[in-house]
């Protein structure tokens, strides 16, 4: 059974910090890794993408990558309110079709 | 690009109706996906297409779900008979090449 596992939080920080947000999953053959954010009431929208070890930045958001130790991370700069939501870590699994496994989320909250 | 579009976005009906939901994927992506989401369960994947294919309907409940996507630009999911715990907020997405997902709105189904 392929898992991803988040911690569900809630992660509270205040403004202006930063946000970090992790992930394991359990497939070794995983190629490519995805964050999702998601607001109350609201679909899923994809904010980053990581396909190789190392840092990806995108403005505010870095995402990490570690394949050996099988661990994404999403690391969110100056954080601000309207930051608060559930973050989905998401791993593509190795069987065509870009099926992708979801992780349970992780709640953000961002105090003013 | 309109994104991908689901349709109703809020569905009520009664224990042992059946339900359809509808969803048109963003032009040129050649996966589809169902997926359901609850408090309890987070995001399930119920079935995906890749090419108008069914790939994987591991995840469909059980007979009473079904789903079609009869051409590239459409798709249903039907539950027939449905059943209080049916009630969910159904999401379709789509994507193109091993790429994030866009995902639709959602169809909120309450079943009462």
Not at chain 1, 53 to 66: I, M, P, S, V, W
Not at chain 1, 91 to 96: I, K, P, R, Y
């Amino acid at each position: 059974q392929k898992e991803v596992e988040q911690n569900s939080g809630p992660l509270s920080v205040p403004e202006g910090a930063i946000a970090s947000l992790n992930c394991t999953y359990s497939d070794r053959v995983s190629q490519s890794f995805f964050w999702y954010r998601q607001y109350s009431g609201k679909s899923p929208e994809l904010i980053m993408s990581i396909y190789s070890n190392g840092d990806k930045e995108d403005g505010r958001f870095t995402a990490q990558l570690n394949k050996a130790s099988q661990y994404v991370s999403l690391l969110i700069r100056d954080s601000q309110p309207s930051d608060s939501a559930t973050y989905l870590c998401a791993v593509g699994a190795d069987t065509g079709g870009f099926k992708t496994i979801f992780g349970a989320g992780t709640r953000l909250f961002v105090k003013a | 690009d309109a994104g991908v579009i689901q349709s109703p976005r809020h569905e009520v009906t009664e224990m042992g109706q059946e339900v359809t939901l509808r969803c048109k994927p963003i032009s040129g992506h050649n996966s589809l996906f169902w997926y359901r989401q609850t408090m309890m369960r987070g995001l399930e994947l119920l079935i995906y297409f890749n090419n108008n294919v069914p790939i994987d309907d591991s995840g469909m409940p059980e007979d009473r779900f079904s789903a079609k996507m009869p051409n590239a630009s459409f798709s249903t999911l039907k539950i027939q008979p449905s059943e209080p715990r049916d009630s969910a907020v159904y999401f379709c997405a789509s994507t193109r090449d091993p790429y994030g997902y866009t995902f639709g709105s959602g169809t909120r189904l309450t079943v009462v």
